[in-house]
């Protein structure tokens, strides 16, 4: 039985339980994966989830006696479990540039994730987006432009390697090409190189296999 224990939703919406889950798949660290099928109405679903934890909300990476929750929490906590996966640069100045974009990440882009729910079965075809959205799309091409630029000549991943940021960035990969949106040449190879990531692929192809509709997410 693997070490870690990783609770997620379906992961057809699931944005934040993509982020963790790719984070160990992509550096091939065993875990267990438990799924959860989120806003249904069976009661059980909802003991379920806090039963690994009473903050009521996946994801959740439990191991041993210590349990994590919320996603950049657990990638955290990943870092320093398995130092050799190197989801943070080694540079000091790098790290820091990585820790923010993903603080950014996980605080910010209200707009776009209101306005593009993930939605792995949605017929590609684009929405009219507010100027807030727009606006969020405009800052996130910004940080992978910046990201690469400073940092690809190390790989081709936002700090060359894959890492951390990659991580958190996944669900707008999948929202960027589901919902059409129109991005510059160097997003487009970014997308190309995440899309290309085997964990990726398998988070993909397990979402499209579900059949769970959860209808305030299909509403676009």
Partial sequence: MAALKLAIGNKNYSSW????????????????????????????????????????????????????????????????????????????AARAHARSVCAEMHSGFMALRNECGMNLHRPVRPVALSA????????????????????????????GGFGAADAMYAPVVHRFRTYAIDVGPEAKAYMDTMMALPAFQEWTRDGLAETLVIARFETV
């Fill in 17 to 92: 339980s993509m982020r963790p889950w790719l984070a160990l798949r992509a550096n091939g660290i065993a875990f267990e994966e438990t799924v959860i099928p989120l806003y249904t109405d069976n009661p059980a679903d909802k003991q379920q989830i806090l039963s690994f934890s009473r903050a009521g909300k996946v994801p959740v990476l439990v191991d041993g006696d210590i349990t994590v929750w919320d996603s950049l929490s657990i990638i955290e906590y990943i870092a320093e479990r398995y130092p050799d996966a190197k989801l943070w640069p080694a540079d000091v």
């Fill in 132 to 159: 807030d959205a727009l606006s969020n799309i405009a800052r996130i091409q910004e940080i992978w432009r910046e990201c690469r630029a400073r940092h690809g000549a190390n790989g081709p991943f936002l700090f």
